[in-house]
């Protein structure tokens, strides 16, 4: 082995150096005998008040504060206002709570703000270029954050200028839980999968990943026309207008964009209902190839309390076996190889639920497996209990249903399964 001789001058002018280094930078460093800069204060936590009240300050502050252009005679100019329907702001979904926000909200504007005429959301006000109001309403622990127990809801609303380009304004507030009812609505509660999906991820993001100035979240104003056609379908099929509802569920999906999941549930759902069996199997086809795709899907397959069984209702358990078989069939062609996940809500000791959840990943295993058999040797059961609930409000309802899910993972075939 060579070795390499040291010059002692280099070395010791080297080891000078780094030496004078060390003591400028310990000039340079606040010392305990250097005045120092105060520390910025941390801003006390947000207090949450009462739901009408958190929804009345955000609205006020968003309105009040809007930078909107005047008419020339120094009148206010009527502007139109569009209302993207408010939604959860994790999962997506739509509840009673946020269409009660929208109602304050469109009966606010109208006492309060005549600047803004309020017109529906749909494509033929959307092509106009209007003011979007877009808004989210999120269950947050005391830390403000979207895990553990959740203890208020954070209120965020965001009006975004077309024309412009860019948010005008925000508003934004924290509830108290009480008298707060998240049901979803009839099409996020008969939804059978989920997974994150980009124009869901766009919306969200223009409202809480935004300041007033900021352009518009791409992912959601190349959408917008789309999410009108989908939020028309989606009135449709909560009024249980079935066939509009696939009509408009089948023209989102032609227009740009609207290959996104609630377009899926929707034909799914929409098909389901109007006997269409075979319509409907394909389409939930399509939610699992979307989810594997993104390589995670959720499913929310109701099981009894405490038992690896489904609920014996054939009203909600009749469509698993189109589900089951999907889910094994579209694995199978993809040659994947997946991780299935089980769920549970906060009831319970934490080690019952551990065990519980993956018990019914198991359950949903064996299910696949007897679909198709090539998959015993490509999947993997586990549970995580209530670690990663979506909700958390755990009252074992329609409130907290994907806290029960089971999920499907994607993961390397490469690796050990």
């Not at 989210?136 to 024309?163: H, I, P, Q, S, Y």
């Not at 069984?309 to 078989?325: A, H, I, N, S």
Request: aromatic content about 8%; hydrophobic content about 40%; proline content about 7%.
């Amino acid at each position: 082995m060579k070795i390499m001789k040291t010059n002692n001058f280099g070395l010791i002018w080297r080891l000078s150096a780094l030496a004078l280094a060390a003591l400028l930078w310990g000039c340079a460093t606040p010392t305990s005998e250097q005045p120092q800069t105060a520390a910025t204060p941390t801003p006390p936590p947000v207090q949450p008040v009462p739901f009408d009240d958190a929804v009345l300050k955000a609205a006020n502050d968003l309105f009040s504060r809007a930078q909107l252009p005047a008419a020339g005679a120094g009148e206010p100019m009527k502007h139109a206002l569009v209302i993207d329907p408010l939604i959860d702001g994790v999962s997506g979904s739509q509840s009673v709570a946020t269409q009660s926000m929208e109602a304050r909200l469109v009966e606010l504007v109208k006492s309060k703000y005549p600047q803004f005429t309020v017109q529906p959301f749909s494509t033929e006000a959307v092509a106009k270029s209007p003011i979007v109001l877009v808004g989210t309403f999120t269950g947050v622990n005391k830390e403000g954050k979207t895990e553990g127990v959740r203890e208020a809801f954070r209120v965020c609303l965001a009006l975004a200028d077309l024309k412009s380009g860019k948010i005008i304004s925000k508003g934004v507030a924290r509830a108290k839980p009480e008298g707060v009812d998240i049901t979803p609505t009839a099409y996020f509660n008969d939804s059978p999968a989920w997974t994150p999906d980009q124009a869901t991820e766009g919306y969200i993001k223009t409202c809480q990943g935004t300041k007033p100035g900021d352009p518009i979240n791409p992912l959601y104003a190349d959408r917008i026309l789309t999410a009108a056609l989908v939020s028309e379908a989606i009135d449709a099929y909560n009024n249980r207008q079935y066939r509009k509802a696939l009509d408009l569920y089948q023209s989102a999906l032609r227009s740009p964009g609207g290959e996104q999941l609630r377009v899926y549930n929707g034909l799914y759902l929409a098909s389901w209902k109007v006997g269409r069996r075979n319509e409907a199997a394909q389409a939930f086809g399509r939610i699992v190839d979307y989810g594997l795709t993104n390589k995670r899907l959720a499913v929310k397959f109701l099981f009894k309390p405490g038992s690896t069984d489904f609920w014996p209702d054939r009203q909600v358990t009749g469509p698993y076996p189109v589900w089951l078989k999907q889910i094994a069939q579209r694995t199978a062609e993809n040659k994947g190889c997946l991780e299935i996940v089980g769920h549970t809500s906060r009831t319970g000791p934490e080690p019952i639920n551990d065990r519980l959840s993956l018990l019914r990943a198991g359950t949903i295993k064996q299910k696949l497996e007897s679909d198709a058999p090539e998959l015993r040797t490509r999947t993997i059961a586990n549970g995580v209990g209530s670690r990663e609930n979506l909700v958390g409000t755990a009252t074992d309802d329609a409130r907290d249903a994907l806290d029960r899910r089971v999920e499907f993972k994607v993961v390397d075939c490469r690796a050990p399964i």
